[in-house]
């Protein structure tokens, strides 16, 4: 950044000041999506963690996505796992607990398994669902319908994804949250007209299901294809569900979610043997798809005078606005805090003002870059 715009950041970090005293405080309070971002965010200072360009819903809502892995062992033979949460916005247990196993991921307490498997994990599919509380999306579209007629945007993100990393095997998350016709956790796998397929699929799923007592069932011929796991079986991927029901408690399910997928991937074959369970995954190619991965904040460098002027912006946020808050998490450290209220109050700006404001822009352009995109 030119020594000319630091007076152009200071002014505008005033300006920030002066304008929040004539917004209401509802505009500061966090919503459900900005907490699953917040909660996102605490991993990025990990090396085993990065981030993909976020999707974005029918109404703007980011569809964050994450890379975990050692990255400084070799990409390409690695057995790659896709955990998808949320796409029923009703459904909350499945994407915190693929928070969670971010978390654990990222601590890089498991380093063999990083250095074996690279998960990529989309926590929230359906982030204007979630925010309502409601099933479907804001198209009034059920995503986990839509797989295959993609109308929606959030399904054509998550195919692009998959068509890019083609993963070996992809896990997706849900629960019951009304009565249901089993009355237990279950995870059903897709029909699979080979059978070499359909067993090798069966043995690597039961040993894990078995460990934590769920039940494995099989959809029948003819069943609907255009669920998640059903569509991407029939294209050739190792897909299945994970359901728990309306009975068990939230600790429960996140417990099961958690234990499956990572006990999932420690028992995951070679990458040969899953070639035959997944031979779409065999078309991968490491080159176009880490083209898309974002460096993690701490190695992206900068210079120590521009980094002072970043971090002053943001405590000179976090000290107008802090005691305006009113619904943010009160696990999120100060600078995330910040970032969200900044967030906040940029999106008032920018939305209900016709000039868009020049300052304000050049203001934010730094926090976009710290954040990866996902909360602006």
């Known amino acids: 950044m030119s020594p000319r715009l630091y007076p152009l950041v200071l002014f505008c970090s005033v300006f920030l000041i002066v304008a929040s005293s004539c917004l209401p405080n509802s505009v ?14 605490a991993f990025h200072g990990s090396p085993y963690v990065r981030s993909i360009p976020p999707g974005r819903s029918f109404e703007g809502r980011a569809l964050p996505v994450y ?92 195919d692009q994804l998959i068509r890019m990393w083609r993963p070996h095997i992809l896990v997706d998350l849900h629960e019951w949250t009304t009565a249901d016709s089993t009355n237990r956790n279950e995870i059903e796998l897709p029909w699979v007209p080979s059978p070499d397929r359909s067993r090798l699929i069966r043995s690597l799923v039961r040993s894990c299901a078995s460990k934590l007592g769920i039940p494995v069932a099989q959809s029948r011929e003819g069943s609907n294809l255009m669920l998640f796991h059903r569509y991407y079986s029939a294209r050739g991927y190792t897909a299945l569900l994970v359901e728990t029901c309306s009975l068990a408690g939230s600790a429960q399910k996140r417990h099961l979610y958690e234990g499956f997928v990572l006990s999932l991937a420690r028992s995951a074959p070679s990458v040969q043997y899953l070639a035959v369970a997944s031979p779409s995954a065999s078309e991968f190619r490491l080159s176009s798809a880490c083209s898309f991965l974002l460096s993690s904040p701490a190695a992206v460098g900068k210079g120590a005078v521009e980094e002072l002027f970043i971090l002053v912006g943001i405590a000179l946020g976090f000290v107008a606005y802090a005691t305006r808050l009113s619904h943010v998490d009160a696990c999120l450290v100060p600078e995330q805090n910040a970032l969200l209220v900044l967030r906040k109050l940029r999106h008032c700006l920018l939305d209900e003002s016709a ?13 976009d870059k710290r954040s990866h995109g996902c909360f602006f």
């Open 28 to 41: 500061f309070s966090a919503t459900l999506c900005d907490k699953v971002l917040s909660s996102c965010s």
């Open 67 to 158: 890379v975990v892995t050692d990255f400084k062992t070799n990409l390409a033979s690695k057995v790659r796992i896709f955990v998808l949460a949320g796409q029923h916005g009703n459904e909350p247990n499945p994407v915190w607990s693929a928070v969670r196993v971010m978390g654990k991921l990222a601590t890089g307490t498991d380093r063999r398994l990083l250095q074996r498997c690279l998960f990529l994990i989309v926590p929230l599919a359906n982030p204007d669902g979630f925010e309502r509380r409601q099933r479907r999306n804001a198209q009034e579209l059920d995503v986990n319908r839509d797989w295959g007629s993609f109308k929606a945007p959030e399904a054509r993100f998550i």
């Open 355 to 367: 000039s868009r404001p020049i300052l304000i822009s050049l203001f934010t352009l730094r926090l």
